[in-house]
């Protein structure tokens, strides 16, 4: 079946830094991938649509200038949080859809600013 | 504006017992309605899905029932047992050729099966 891999599946960073996710489908190409957030105990909240060498399209309220999303290539899409702030604490969660396969998650990666 | 709901934060089933999560939505374009299962710090894990022109999916001891006109699924599952215990999330997703079929969730039913 299809697997999608999350990386880290945690980290701690300080304040003012930057943090890079990465979301990579090991047995087929995805042709778009997902990014979520979730707080505790609530619910996944779509971030941005991202499509292979295309930009990102985000969704209202999410800011594309601190949530950076490349998508380079059919098997990769990355997620980076700049200047990170204990407010982007938060459990991040990429997906994958593909035409054969459906939607397919990663194991999630859970964010904290210190 | 919430376009999946799901009214019932928590829910609890003696085990044996049948469990019914309720899911609305508002959307008529949606196109398929998906159930996922989800442990804390996890990613969600596909459980069953039901396309817009169908009114009923079985899979083993999951049930999906789609009420179009009501705008309204429920997930069935019979028998409960404690390993369900989870929370139960329902999506909807939109036409690939609309806004690249995204999902959209609702905000989630915590089921607790008792022994």
């Known amino acids: 079946g299809a697997v999608v891999s999350q990386h880290p599946s945690w980290v701690i960073c300080k304040s003012g830094t930057s943090v890079k996710i990465e979301c990579r489908s090991l047995d087929f190409q995805a042709t778009t991938m997902f990014w979520y957030r979730q707080f505790p105990k609530q619910s996944l909240m779509l971030m941005a649509t991202?499509?292979?060498?295309?930009?990102?399209?985000?969704e209202q309220g999410v800011e594309k200038d601190k949530f950076l999303i490349n998508h380079a290539s059919l098997t990769l899409s990355t997620l980076t949080v700049t200047s990170a702030h204990p407010e982007d604490s938060s459990f991040y969660i990429c997906?994958?859809?593909?035409?054969?396969?459906?939607?397919?998650f990663g194991s999630g990666t859970r964010l904290t600013v210190v | 504006d919430q376009q999946v709901k799901q009214n019932s934060p928590s829910l609890s089933v003696q085990e044996g017992r049948i469990s019914i999560l309720n899911c609305d939505y508002t959307?008529?374009?949606?196109?398929?309605f998906l159930w996922y299962k989800k442990y804390p710090a996890e990613g969600p894990t596909f459980l069953i899905s039901i396309s817009s022109i169908k009114d009923k999916n079985e899979d083993g001891r999951f049930t999906v029932f789609l009420n179009k006109s009501a705008k309204h699924l429920s997930l069935h599952i019979v028998p409960s047992q404690p390993g369900d215990s989870a929370v139960y999330f329902c999506a909807a997703s939109v036409p690939l050729y609309n806004q690249g079929g995204k999902l959209i969730f609702g905000q989630g039913t915590e089921l607790s099966v008792k022994p």
């Open positions: 997906s994958a859809r593909d035409k054969s396969y459906g939607y397919t």
């Open positions: 991202s499509n292979e060498g295309s930009k990102a399209t985000y």
């Open positions: 959307n008529s374009m949606f196109d398929y």
